[in-house]
């Protein structure tokens, strides 16, 4: 494999980089062979740990965010990522906008509309009226709290372990390596190498499944405004032409082209919030911004906790409940994405304190989140209908955008804008929005995969990283044109059940953090220094 790697001019550890293109590749070809019955089967996978393992992956996020808010208001705060002398390499500004699009940018242009209209329409708990005041208020916490600190809670713990590990033990840029106080040198060896191709594999799969859902929100766009089919050679084209965007993104470097791109999509996205507000009920909304906050702040501890217990009780909820289809599969889910979001934002964060990281990382984006949710999702439910009574007034109007949310989730924010003034420039920004938010998520993607092959923050060889790029975007592109929607599911499923080993690893990274934390020396004049810098270096 060295010759193999050196004679295509590839930097990286061969067996890492090798293996886990040839495992994708495998997967692909079983994937598109057989794609309902790995679906068929991991679909069992996903019912069984929903079933009986959803209380884990509740207790487990809450218990994160409790960690981390313990670790960055604890003497272990004051600890510089990178040594006493280290500088944040980004403003704070460039920093935040830099977490945001390479995190969930996506996922909020996706769910920001469709998912508040959901829950209002089908309420959480059987004991809310739909369409109702206190299903909008419901709608309106349940959406914030899988988006808001337990989200960025997932992302922040392998983040900070990244980032200690790294930058204060002086390891590769590795997943491994946030595990060397429980495996030490092993971390180098085959069991070190098989958490970095479980990372890898992870990061590919989750971003192809967020590719998949980007690529169809673009599609419906598109056919809303120009006409365009909404067909599978559509989308493709679509995922060529952002691929396109994304390796001239990655191939520009983190500096040039991530921060570039990153910040452009972020003033796209607060002036298309801003365009809501004001040309939407202004006082409404800013009167719901206010009262979100204390709905968040209220319903936060209950809902961190709620286990959906007398599920099986309702005639609606199955064995598993409303919770098991919505909060633990986005668990799941976004902890196939914590290795790619992790070693992004700790690569960023060179220079921070962990209480600067923790805060910021935590505290930031969900404050975004949250006024992003507030803005659009009680616009979307005032102009759905809210209480009997308004619904009866409107008439035919009432309804109208939880029937397009029933009927198609990315054509949601499309049917939004229709409601508001210059709707079809809207609707295009829009488009424009979501191409972005996907080619920064996937150049930032292939830039932590080239990393974690690399084992080094220093970029590899261009065709290298280029590899990964193009890589992410054929996996989705394939899966659109020889497996369809049948493929996306399966591949849904799949990282679903990928998700439960994911998150037993990153419950260990809390265990190896405070083990390392512990062994920081904090008299005055150490206090922030590596602990055995040197010793732990290892030539990779």
Known sequence: MDA????????????????????????????????????????????????NLGWFFIMGVTSWV??????????????????????????????????????????????????????????????????SVEAADDAMSFSIYHLGLHTWAIFAMPGLAFAYF??????????SSVFYPLLGERIYGPIGKSL???????????????????TQQINSGLTELFGVPDAVLTKVLIIAVLTAVAVGSIVAGLDSGVKRLSNINIGMAVGLMIFV????????????????FGLYITNLLPM??????????????????WQGSWTVFYWAWTVTWSPFIGIFVARISRGRTIREFVLGVLFAPSI???????????????????????????????????????????????????NFPAATLIQGLAVVIVAIFF????????????????????????HQRVFWGVSEGMLAAMLIVLAGDAGLTALQEVITVVGLPMFILVFAMMFALYRGLSQEEFSEVKVGTPPKAEALTHDD
């Not at 295509?8 to 994937?31: E, H, Q, R, W, Y």
Request: contains cysteine; glycine residues 12%; charged residues 15%.
């Open 66 to 131: 409790a960690f981390l808010l313990w670790v960055a208001l604890s003497r272990f705060g004051a600890i510089r990522l990178g040594g006493n002398d280290a500088k944040p390499a980004y403003t704070n500004i460039s920093w935040f906008t830099m977490l945001f699009a390479g995190g969930i940018g996506t996922v909020l242009m996706f769910w920001g509309v469709a998912e508040p209209v959901s829950h209002f329409a089908t309420p959480p708990r059987s004991d809310v009226e739909p369409f």
């Open 277 to 292: 507000l004001f040309t939407g009920s202004t006082v409404f909304l800013l009167r719901a911004v206010v009262e979100t």
């Open 166 to 175: 790294i930058y204060r033990y002086n390891l590769p840029m590795r997943f």
């Open 196 to 214: 970095d191709i479980f990372a890898i594999l992870g990061t590919l799969f989750g971003v192809a499944v967020s590719v998949g859902l980007g």
């Open 368 to 418: 975004f989140t949250l006024v992003w949710f507030a803005i659009f999702g009680w616009s979307a439910m005032e102009i759905d209908g809210i209480g009997s009574e308004a619904r009866e007034a409107m008439g035919a109007q009432a309804g109208v955008l939880s029937d397009a949310v029933g009927e198609s989730i990315p054509l949601a924010m499309f049917a939004f804008f229709e």
């Open 4 to 51: 193999l790697a050196k004679k295509l001019g590839l930097k990286t550890d061969p067996i890492i980089f090798f293996t886990s293109a040839g495992i994708m590749i495998l997967f692909l070809i079983v994937l598109l062979i057989a794609p309902e019955a790995i679906g068929n089967a991991f679909g069992a996978g996903r019912e069984w740990i929903v079933t």
């Open 304 to 321: 961190a906790f709620w286990n959906d217990t007398l599920a099986r009780y309702s005639s609606e909820g199955g064995s598993w409940g």
């Open 439 to 462: 080619a920064t998520s996937s150049d930032s993607a292939s830039l932590v995969v080239d990393m974690l092959c690399t084992g080094s923050s220093d970029p590899g060889p261009w």
